[in-house]
């Protein structure tokens, strides 16, 4: 991450933070890149911004330009005050946006789906965390007279946060691992793009190539 989007004298957990998520090696699909960090929620902050990109197939050039199946942010905030509404001192909270295929747009489980993806991916890299709250969002998309011609579309949007917390058994001392809840957010990313590492018997929803 740039220097120039944390200050030089954060405390050491806000280090510790940033260097595991420096240390975080996420799947070749995922693109992730720096940005401009809030100011004023909490005196420590950086983000982070990610698209997941089709798999290259075996003969593809790896320079052409690949479809965008998802995108999303990442902001880890930290408060060494512990704010109450957290009940920790450190904050992620998150975005997620994916067009995926029209008939998806009638299933009125989709939202539900949608939260237990989030669920699934923390609990899936061991990422312990509590104060979990979120939305999900579904935008569906019809064009009419001059642009009737262009196919309906349906988006989902996931807005979440939660509060990292370190191993449950004690094990380490140092506070919460955020580089593998930074990870866990990625695995979401990933579902929603319909890249998921998929057990027996499990489908993906079918993101839209764009």
Known sequence: MAAHLVPDDVPEDFQRALDSLRAARVRAEVVIDEAPAPQRIAPY???????????????????????????????????????????????????????????????????????????????????????????????????FAALADRPASVEIELRASWTPHGPRDGSRSSGPDLGVHLLAWTDLLCTVAGLPPLPDGVTALRARRR
Not at 49 to 70: F, I, K, M, N, Q
Not at 77 to 93: I, K, Q, Y
């Open 45 to 143: 902050a950086v983000a982070l911004t990610a698209d997941v990109l089709a798999p290259l197939s075996g003969d593809a050039d790896p320079d052409d330009d690949r479809d965008e199946l998802a995108t999303g942010r990442f902001v880890l905030l930290h408060d060494p005050s512990a704010p109450e509404p957290w009940g920790g001192t450190f904050r992620a909270v998150t975005f997620v946006r994916a067009e995926l295929e029209p008939e998806l747009g009638s299933d009125p489980l989709l939202a539900d789906v949608g939260w237990s993806w989030l669920v699934d991916a923390l609990a899936g890299r061991e990422a312990p965390f509590s104060h979990e709250g979120g939305t999900v969002t579904r935008v569906l998309s019809q064009s």
